[in-house]
């Protein structure tokens, strides 16, 4: 949906041109119009284009299958590897890493890295270097928390014994780290307050601690981006919101600014010189999500802005390649689930909100991680039938079935045409498929070639193949959904977008009406050459 422009400096231009052309019309103001009217058309098509450009999402993939209480959770992405830990009740509470290779296609099991009365672990991933710490409780009073930390060098294969990192003789909790290249940043509640250090040695040696507060603190949050470090977090009493950043890698650190709001579970993600922070602020039981950004690396911001009639609370927020992404969980029809936000130039304008869940149960504490164009979610699921929490994980996939052989689900695959291939005449689409449960095979492939439209079948099951006849298609682009059946279940739709050209098609390979984006491009170069046209005519009856 397209929700605002910037573009009324070059409307008021246009319209105050036309207004005065009655005199004598010049060349400058000619090509003042051509280079408005283009930029306006540039506007139109890259908001609408990136508006358009919907998120595709896999089904939920249930992590655990035993019984659990998961506490805060973490996830890194770093290409197919995703890596995943949290905290849990089994076992005498445990804290849990399990990782997929594949980009959530299969995962590994459960690798416990300590099982003794922990929590709210937080992980970094460098390369093979992967580093976790957690609070561990050492003792039978509540000051008696401890920070404890392992760390693997070959992925996640193996893992070192765990270690006490920071002694908190009153209280040492809520650790994040954060890698920025080869240095790893380390933040945590030190005594009440917020303490920093930093290793250049993947973990095995530190700086020595710093208290970045001068207040005592309730949440905190880290983000780094190459030199800098950026923290915020909340005063204890108040909720008050305050920042504060490194730009020599923790070295030497800027004065402390209040950001002149309260809030509570503030998160913070930055993307080269823009800072964003997200936070929920709790009114009379009702909690209101809210966004703060500064695109000077922290120097100014902008006032904190309320996300619409929004009743949500615990936001994510990451960034990447300039889209933001927000996840949140709010109430729906009694129940908690989870929901996500986009911005894809860099917090300006928003989408509309996406329901990630549909639960019976409660879906709660979503955590959210980003590589490259795709969006990885976990998030904690409370079973009201077992009385018991599981977790969850969902990603943006290139198609869907791109997750089914973590199911039982058939799965399906095209050898050819290529997605986004030009076809037309006679198109021979072929492909593979398999069942997944060793006791089924595959006893058909479906074909059709709208939302709407029926199913064909196709030829074969294992080996398979659809003879299309695009001579009577429309010229652009069409949609494919193809599937497998195995006698109990369908496999998940594997979509094939094509662009068909016809014989006398001409050139023109895009359907503007179903190109949204081209369509509108196309009405703005029709205003052009209409604004052209008035000019002309206008000279030229000023001329007589």
Request: charged share 20%; net charge negative; with cysteine.
């Amino acid at each position: 949906m397209l929700r605002s422009l910037n573009g009324s400096s070059i409307m008021y231009s246009l319209l105050w041109l036309l207004k005065n052309v009655q005199g004598k019309i010049r060349l400058m103001s000619i090509f003042v119009v051509i280079v408005s009217t283009l930029l306006l058309i540039s506007s139109l098509f890259s908001i609408v284009y990136a508006s358009e450009e919907e998120n595709l999402w896999s089904g939920n993939v249930k992590l655990t299958y035993d019984a659990i209480n998961p506490h805060p959770k973490d996830i890194v992405v770093d290409g197919n590897n995703i890596h995943i830990v949290w905290g849990e009740d089994r076992n005498n509470a445990s804290i849990i890493y399990k990782r997929s290779e594949d980009g959530g296609r299969t995962w590994t099991n459960d690798i416990s890295l300590d099982s003794i009365s922990v929590a709210g672990p937080t992980i970094a991933v460098s390369g093979d270097n992967i580093f976790v710490a957690w609070t561990k409780d050492c003792g039978t009073t509540e000051a008696n928390f401890d920070i404890y930390s392992t760390r693997s060098n070959d992925g996640g294969k193996t893992w070192e014994k765990e270690k006490k990192l920071i002694d908190g003789s009153e209280w040492a909790a809520v650790p994040i780290v954060k890698y920025s290249g080869n240095i790893l940043h380390l933040i945590w509640e030190g005594d009440g307050y917020l303490r920093y250090m930093k290793s250049a040695d993947n973990g095995a040696t530190w700086t020595e601690p710093k208290t970045i507060s001068n207040t005592k603190i309730g949440y905190l949050d880290m983000g780094v981006n190459e030199n800098n470090v950026h923290v915020v977090w909340t005063e204890m009493n108040s909720n008050y919101l305050y920042y504060r950043k490194s730009v020599d890698n923790g070295d030497t650190w800027d004065n402390i600014k209040g950001l002149g709001c309260t809030s509570f579970g503030p998160h913070i993600a930055v993307d080269e010189n823009i800072i964003h922070i997200i936070y929920f602020y709790t009114v009379e039981m009702v909690g209101k999500i809210y966004y703060l950004r500064s695109i000077d690396n922290g120097e100014t911001w902008n006032e904190s802005e309320k996300f619409g009639d929004i009743l949500g609370a615990v936001p994510r927020i990451t960034t990447s390649n300039g889209t933001v992404n927000i996840v949140y969980e709010t109430t729906v029809n009694g129940n908690m689930e989870i929901y996500y936000r986009k911005s894809v130039d860099g917090g300006v304008h928003w989408s509309d909100d996406t329901r990630l869940t549909f639960d019976e149960d409660d879906s709660f504490d979503p955590v959210i991680a980003t590589d490259h164009d795709y969006v990885y979610v976990v998030w904690a699921d409370y079973n009201f039938t077992e009385n018991w929490c599981y977790v969850y994980f969902k990603r943006t996939v290139p198609y869907l079935g791109f997750l089914t052989e973590n199911t039982s689900l058939p799965v399906i695959h095209v050898i050819s045409p290529n997605r986004w291939d030009i076809v037309d005449n006679i198109v021979w689409i072929n492909g593979t498929a398999y069942a997944t449960n060793p006791n089924l095979t595959i006893q058909k492939i479906e074909i059709r070639f709208s939302d709407l439209g029926e199913w064909q079948t196709a030829n074969g099951t294992a080996n398979w193949s659809y003879c299309w006849n695009t001579t009577n298609e429309h010229d652009g682009y069409h949609q494919l959904f193809i599937r497998a059946y195995d006698g109990a279940s369908y496999s998940e739709y594997y979509v094939l977008p094509l662009y068909v050209r016809t014989e006398g098609g001409g050139g023109l390979i895009i359907d503007t009406l179903s190109f949204p984006p081209l369509k509108l491009m196309l009405v703005g170069i029709g205003v052009f050459i209409a604004i052209i046209l008035t000019l002309v005519y206008l000279a030229r009856k000023s001329k007589k």
